[in-house]
């Protein structure tokens, strides 16, 4: 009689996974026994996280990151439809954090849930699916994390969120307010979502916070709407006299216990910093204040969903890239200079 082989477990079920869930490093574990795959190898998901498009498995699920690759309603620059990709790949596996000395891959139980099945050309069906997704999540309990997407995309993820929740506060890093009730006549795009949340009552407007606004939009009669309705605004010049620390107690302070949306514009950051998004604003905060900004409002308040959206990679946010075409075109410039002393 053989002894029975032994049981090994693999990384997703030791961490409480069933076996349906897909984990991305589990052929590289059974090969070599290393918990982590080639981080350019395999099927992609963010920070190599267990894999499933099926709402049983949520159970038991902290966090469950959702894309929403869609940029049909953007006003300027498109691409943002690539951002949920270009999110996973440029994601890492690691989780211990230096600062805090907490590894969230071991304290917390998340799961990619993969993409919303958008519709290409049909923005409505996008946003139907959206919401569809995030609601699977937001029903089982888990904190959806969407990835956009153009900002048009909160409104069907917040919706999804409030009606689990009841109406939310929201947090908004954004270099624009998006509370216009149309832009170029049109009643959804990406710079109206804010607006129509509060107007359909998805978020409580008295703890409804927008951090990071500068720039020439939105007008007046817009800026007026908002202070109507209670909205708290801090200007990027008020972060930068203030200090973002300062910004995020304060914002705390406004938007309570009850639960709580936190939506990221990565247009927030300066384009120094984040030149790959649609509408880009000079004078913007910078990585180290937003990093911890959202750390301590997910740490603080009651986060019952999040979104960071108007990611648009491809050549802009690829900086090496970047320097290549800045290398050929300092060689022209090179023979223009040469030819124009000959
Ligand atoms: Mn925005």
Redo the contacts with the bound molecule.
């Keep these: 009689m053989t002894a029975p082989a032994a049981v090994v477990r693999t990384r997703a079920e030791r961490r409480g996974y069933s076996r349906g869930v897909l984990d991305p490093a589990e052929r590289w574990r059974r090969y070599h026994g290393q918990d982590w795959k080639a981080s350019w190898a395999g099927l992609l998901t963010f920070a190599e996280l267990p894999y499933t498009e099926d709402p049983a498995e949520l159970e038991g699920v902290d966090a469950a990151v959702v894309g929403a690759p869609t940029d049909e309603l953007v006003t300027e620059a498109p691409g943002a439809r690539f951002g949920p990709r270009a999110i996973r790949a440029a994601s890492s596996t690691a989780a211990h954090h230096l600062e805090t000395r907490v590894d969230w891959w071991e304290t917390l139980r998340v799961i990619d849930y993969g993409d919303a099945p958008v519709v290409p050309t049909d923005a409505a069906a996008s946003h139907r699916a959206i919401e569809d997704t995030v609601g699977e999540v937001a029903r089982s309990g888990a904190i959806p994390i969407v990835l956009g997407g153009d ?1 048009s995309i909160t409104e069907p993820d917040l919706r999804a969120c409030a009606a689990v929740h009841g109406p939310v506060g929201l947090i908004h890093f ?3 307010t ?1 509370t216009a009730s149309s832009v170029y006549g049109q009643e959804q795009s ?2 109206t979502p804010m607006y129509r949340l509060v107007d359909q009552g998805h978020v409580s407007p008295e703890r409804y916070v927008q951090i990071g606004l500068r720039g020439w939009w939105p007008e007046e009669a817009v800026l007026r709407w908002q202070a109507e309705r209670g909205i708290t605004s801090f200007l990027m010049r008020e972060v930068n006299d203030l200090g973002v620390d300062r910004v995020v107690e304060r914002t705390i302070e406004i938007v309570g216990e009850r639960p709580t949306f936190l939506t990221v ?1 990565i ?1 927030v950051l300066d384009p120094a910093f984040a030149p790959g998004t649609g509408t880009p604003e000079p004078g913007g905060m910078t990585p180290l204040e937003l990093f911890s900004a959202c750390r301590t409002v997910a740490e603080q308040l009651r986060l019952v969903g999040a979104d960071v ?2 990611v648009a990679p491809s050549a802009l946010a690829d900086r090496t890239a970047l320097l290549a075409d800045r290398l050929v075109r300092e060689v022209l410039t090179g023979l223009a200079l040469k030819r124009s002393t000959e």
């Design positions: 900002h954004d270099a624009h998006d990406h710079g514009d247009d959206v108007e």
